[in-house]
């Protein structure tokens, strides 16, 4: 069965940078672009951008841009998620979501368990 | 960028109610409008995409319309299970992808 298994929960210091890491399986990993999404505590949804596991391509949300990076192994279906000079504001759920490169719908039919980011002195 | 705007943002219903939940954008994105269901400490579920599509096992009672700028989430008759909060998303012009603020369906 599809599945997308994240890293544990990370608890990093105010400057410091965080790696999370999104693993797939159950289906082919390059036939789906894989998204970051962000959810604070009791606050909505944020996308933070996207990448395609295939040629390893991305795009970022303005707000992220110079402090995330998103890559990508295709040896082991994996895609990570790197954000760097982490404040109190970037506290989160992290979540890897799916969308299908052939479907231009654009919906997420597919959600990693989320990882929570925690970052305090 | 596109803003969604989801009114209202919560919602006391009781079991068996019909409910109507409803999801404005900014500007024109076609029917490229997604909803889903989020429960308390889960990642969200896709509920509805492309506006009206039901999504594979997801009960029938859930239900979308709408295109344009205006869409709805309607639920037939509410069961205990679907207290929940629910986010609409946009897929027409990214990035970047946006999401209402959400809906918060309590128990009345």
């Known amino acids: 069965q599809v599945q997308l298994v994240q890293s544990g929960a990370e608890v990093k210091k105010p400057g410091a940078s965080v790696k999370v890491s999104c693993k797939a399986s159950?289906?082919?990993?390059?036939?789906?672009?894989m998204h970051w999404v962000r959810q604070a505590p009791g606050q909505g949804l944020e996308w933070m951008g996207i990448i395609n596991p295939g040629g390893g391509s991305t795009k970022y949300a303005q707000k992220f841009q110079g402090r995330v990076t998103m890559t990508r192994d295709t040896s082991t279906s994996t895609v990570y998620m790197e954000l760097s000079s982490l404040r109190s504001e970037d506290t989160a759920v992290y979540y890897c979501?799916?969308?299908?490169?052939?479907?231009?719908?654009?919906?997420?039919?597919?959600w990693g368990q989320g990882t929570l980011v925690t970052v305090s002195s | 960028d596109i803003q969604m705007t989801q009114s209202p943002s919560s919602l006391s219903a009781s079991v068996g109610d019909r409910v109507t939940i409803t999801c404005r954008a900014s500007q024109s994105i076609s029917s490229f409008l997604n909803w889903y269901q989020q429960k308390p400490g889960k990642a969200p579920k896709l509920l509805i995409y492309?506006?009206?599509s039901l999504q594979s096992g997801v009960p029938s009672r859930f239900s979308g319309s709408g295109s344009g700028t205006d869409f709805t989430l309607t639920i037939s008759s509410l069961q205990p299970e679907d207290f929940a909060t629910y986010y609409c998303?946009?897929?027409?012009?990214?990035?970047?992808?946006?999401f209402g603020q959400g809906t918060r369906l309590e128990i009345k």
């Open positions: 979501a799916r969308t299908s490169y052939y479907d231009s719908s654009g919906y997420y039919d597919k």
């Open positions: 998303q946009q897929s027409y012009i990214t990035p970047p992808i946006t």
């Open positions: 159950g289906y082919t990993f390059t036939s789906y672009y």
């Open positions: 492309a506006a009206s």
